[in-house]
């Protein structure tokens, strides 16, 4: 089993309708959590982190944790071709060497469609 | 403006050579990081540095080597002992050592010629 679980996709949306990107982790002591944008070819840049239960908005992303569930998501609301991209799941944890370590999904590939 | 620097954009390697991937920061972020993409999977930890003159290990270490003898400088070394070595090299940095997230360089894409 992966830490980090992401469905690879691709997903498909019209334009303005709603995408949703689930992922799960497999580490009950995992703190952090975030998500990542990546575009082909280019560097993941961050979007949103997310650190207790709950919702957590920020334009037009809300990003959702249950850590009983070991359950992150994110839903992009509005979405526009703009917004077709790669977005990983990053999950923070503590290392076995000290410190902690931060281990990335494999990412799930968005498509909106016009 | 604030940013982490990588280059070359593209390389290209012999087979038996050693080549250095540069990154920079002038963030002033203490925790620097390597990561491998391959198609399809996650980002690959190779080492980090959470100080300088000091680095650790990540995951997939072999065939790789790294120094950090200043804050803003965390060049790799792909030695030939990295018998697969194409992938795109992402370069990260971290503020502190709490929950802050990373935040990435440009990446460099390095193929076997």
């Known amino acids: 089993q992966k830490e980090v679980e992401q469905n690879s996709g691709p997903l498909s949306v019209p334009e303005g309708a709603i995408a949703s990107l689930n992922c799960t982790y497999s580490?009950?002591?995992?703190?952090?959590f975030f998500w990542y944008r990546q575009y082909s070819g280019k560097s993941p840049e961050l979007i949103m982190s997310i650190y207790s239960n709950g919702d957590k908005e920020d334009g037009r992303f809300t990003a959702q944790l249950n850590k009983a569930s070991q359950y992150v998501s994110l839903l992009i609301r509005d979405s526009q071709p703009s917004d077709s991209a790669t977005y990983l799941c990053?999950?923070?944890?503590?290392?076995?060497?000290?410190?902690?370590?931060?281990?990335f999904g494999a990412g799930t590939r968005l498509f909106v469609k016009a | 403006d604030g940013g982490i620097t990588q280059s070359p954009k593209y390389l290209f390697r012999k087979e038996g050579q050693n080549v250095t991937l540069s990154c920079e920061q002038n963030l002033n972020h203490d925790a620097m990081y390597w990561y491998r993409q391959d198609p399809g999977q996650g980002l690959r930890l190779i080492y980090y540095?959470?100080?300088?003159?000091?680095?650790q290990k990540g995951d997939i270490a072999e065939g790789y080597s790294v120094s950090r003898e200043k804050k803003e400088s965390f060049p790799l070394t792909v030695t030939s002992a990295q018998k697969n070595p194409t992938a795109f090299y992402l370069c990260?940095?971290?503020?502190?050592?709490?929950?802050?997230?990373?935040?990435f360089g440009d990446g460099t894409r390095l193929s076997i010629l």
């Open positions: 540095s959470q100080i300088v003159n000091d680095f």
């Open positions: 990260a940095s971290k503020e502190g050592r709490g929950d802050q997230p990373q935040h």
């Open positions: 990053a999950v923070k944890r503590p290392w076995e060497t000290g410190g902690f370590k931060t281990i």
């Open positions: 580490d009950r002591v995992s703190q952090s």
